[in-house]
């Protein structure tokens, strides 16, 4: 199992994307030259790995954004409000490193049954929603 991880500071979530998957390729290409074997890919499942929770693509995009107003919510209520985006809520210290501030990272909740493009566009309307819901619980918690 490989984790191949892109980033940056900023919103160019297109950039971190096509670097991640020229990262992606280089690494496939590398292995097949050396070995001869190729990533075990399947039509209807996608990428073939041995974490189940990543089962299907194995694509986590995800963006740390402050959300004052949704901390000022509850973390409840965020959490609910992911979940209906297909959204998942996590600390910035990681999977169980808890959250700190109002800062989150927010990511794809789903990765089976969808394709990398789909995940990322899921990932980009629902933090795009979330942000502009955000400004609103602002105003109604006087921040």
Known sequence: QTRIIS??????????????????????????EKSGKDFLFDEKYGYIHSCPTNLGTGMRASVHIDLPGWT???LGAL????????????????????????????????????????????????VNTLFQEDLELQKKHGL
């Not at 501030?101 to 899921?122: A, M, P």
Request: aromatic content about 4%.
């Open 79 to 126: 959490k609910q409000r992911c979940e209906e985006l297909k959204l998942q809520p996590r600390g910035t210290r990681g999977e169980s490193g808890g959250q700190t501030g109002v800062t989150f990272d927010i990511s794809n909740k789903h990765r089976l049954g969808y394709s990398e493009v789909e995940l990322v566009q899921c990932m980009i309307d629902g």
């Open 72 to 74: 000022a919510e509850g």
């Open 7 to 32: 980033m940056q500071k900023g919103g160019d979530v297109k950039a971190v994307f096509e670097r991640l998957a020229r990262a992606i390729k280089a690494v496939q290409d590398s292995v097949k």
